[in-house]
């Protein structure tokens, strides 16, 4: 058997140099945890800098870090702490360290074991070496041989790891706190010395216009000097960098801005000021501002102007959206936008207002189809002369640049009003020719005077009358302008269209169908299309001016006269369109006939001077 003083030498040791690798190795262990942690979070700082660390990476880290610690654990305190250390492997240590044992410890060991060969050597020999053995044993602490400045530097490697954790802890409380959770996937945010959030804007911002993007910032002390960073990732691209720099101070803090040019791609951003950064990822989507790409605008007229079947007032087109009409009328826009509406108005500006002042009236368009059309109507004003068309979208966007047309209200006009050439029947001729104008011709005393006239009006004729006045021979070559008093007027009653009469004739003033004699005082024609055009446009007339009835006529004396036309329009109510004035003079019977030979005559010769003119200008060879 083995001395007990040997084996508790033997195991003293053993006991001595696992403490000893126990501590190195803990101590080794939990430095290099340590350093992980401080690698893992500063890693973990500096990619939050900008973005937030990915949790798959962060996960990634910590299973990393369980790793390494589970293989320190293992490599550097549970390997070497549970190894076996056999009396056998202590006493070759201690004759290792011991070389005056002289190999007497490892010789005593191994020949007392129990299943030691000790066949053919000598008892008393044994005997000696194991007393000898025993002795050495009493007398030397074989512990003492165990390198303790392990311990020591398991105390550097500790202290370092917790110096270096107490150093964090004391710069930064808030900021090793925050990355020890985070290590640990707890969802915190790092503390920065600057706090920076986008100020909210609406998400969706018109396309191809520059937008500000603006962040509050929070920190204890902001410079004029200090300069940011703003991280544009357009959708489909990489991303762009813009500065971004202070613009004003407020009392809980700063706004600082950066001007992002137009565009109309989607793009994502976030921002960086020093330390600190916007910690949601923001976003800023385009949308086109509507555009009004077409506007019609139609006149509705006044109700004097009449109703079409249906008891609704006429419309006429108007080119180009520009409003021009008469007193009392009223205007229907429509317009077409490129996208959806929900809001579409009519302003109208004064004559005095600028471009840019704030409209005299606003009216809203009522919105149709899948909201791209629009339509109203407003009445016509002496004080306005511009529209313009207002439209805003879902997002509250409005066109840029609202289209302007004019608005105008036309002066009143009389009728135009012309007397057609005099004609007179031919021999034989029942109705009117080209060739039976005769102007000029004088009046027999007793006779009448055949009196056509065409009269227009663009929004219909209402009534006519003959207005004359008698000059007396001696009153001819008067200086002094007549009175208006001297006028006599004489209303002409309107003739309607019979299916005998045939149409209206305008050229000779009488209908188709009409004979010499027949005659046709006033008729304005009816509408060819009774939905789309009123009546009464034009018209005119062909009578007989009787003057037999005029008393005190003598062959000298003359008559002048002319036609009057009153519109439709009430404005014009006293004011009618005239016709020239035609004068014409009285002569007795046998005058008038000498003076139509005359006449006759002039008429032959200027016709065979046309034929002669002919003959000489024809070709050679042509039939003369």
Known sequence: MIPQIILDRLDRVRRTEKSVRLAWGVGRSLALAVVA???????????????????????LLLLAQLALWGAAAWLLVIRPFLAPWADRDVALWVEDRTPGLGHRLITAVQLNRPDADTKGMSAELMAAVTRQAEEQARAEDYAAKVDRRRWQASDRWLGAGVAIALLCAAAAPSTAGALLARAFLADVDIPRSVAIEPV????????????????????????????????????????????????????????????????????????????????????????????????????????????RPDNQPYERPLARGEVAG?????????????????????????????????????????????????????????????????????????NATPPKRGVNIVAAEPPRVTLLPERFSLPGEEGLSEDSELDGAPIPLGSAVRIAYYASHAYGLDRARLSYRVIKAAQAFAEAAPSTADWSRLPLGEVKETAESGPFDVRKGVFKNSGFRDQAEFHPLPTPDPMRVPGRLEGGGCFDFQTRAIPGLAAGDQVEFHIEVFARDPDLAGDPGRSETRLK???????????????????????QLETRQRGVFAPEGADR
């Open 200 to 307: 909210e804007l609406e998400r969706v911002r018109p396309s191809g216009e520059e937008t500000t993007l603006k962040f509050k910032v929070a920190a204890k002390d902001v410079a004029d000097g200090w300069t940011g960073a703003v991280r544009v990732e357009p959708d489909g691209r990489g991303p762009d960098w813009y500065p971004l720099a202070l613009e004003s101070r407020a009392a809980d803090g700063a706004i600082f801005a950066a001007k992002i040019p137009g565009g109309s791609v989607d793009f994502s951003y976030r921002a960086r000021l020093r330390d600190g950064r916007t910690r949601r990822l923001a976003r800023i989507d385009y949308e086109p501002r509507p555009v009004v790409q077409r506007i019609e605008a139609t006149l509705i007229l006044p109700a004097y102007v009449g109703l």
């Open 37 to 59: 942690l401080l690698a893992v979070g500063l890693l973990d700082w500096t990619i939050d800098l900008w973005v937030d660390t990915p949790g798959g990476l962060r996960a």
């Open 585 to 607: 003079a009285f002569v007795t019977q046998p005058q008038f006939v000498d003076w139509v030979l005359q006449t006759l005559r002039h008429e032959s010769r200027i016709r």
């Open 326 to 398: 008469p007193k009392g009328a009223s205007a229907k826009v429509f317009i077409k936008a490129q996208k959806a509406v929900v809001k579409a108005e009519i302003e109208l500006l004064g004559r005095a207002e600028a471009a840019d002042a704030a409209p005299s009236r606003r009216l809203p368009l009522t919105i149709s189809g899948d909201g791209t059309e629009a339509s109203g109507v407003f009445d016509l004003r002496a004080d306005e002369s511009t529209y313009r068309v207002h439209v805003e979208d879902k997002h509250g966007f409005a």
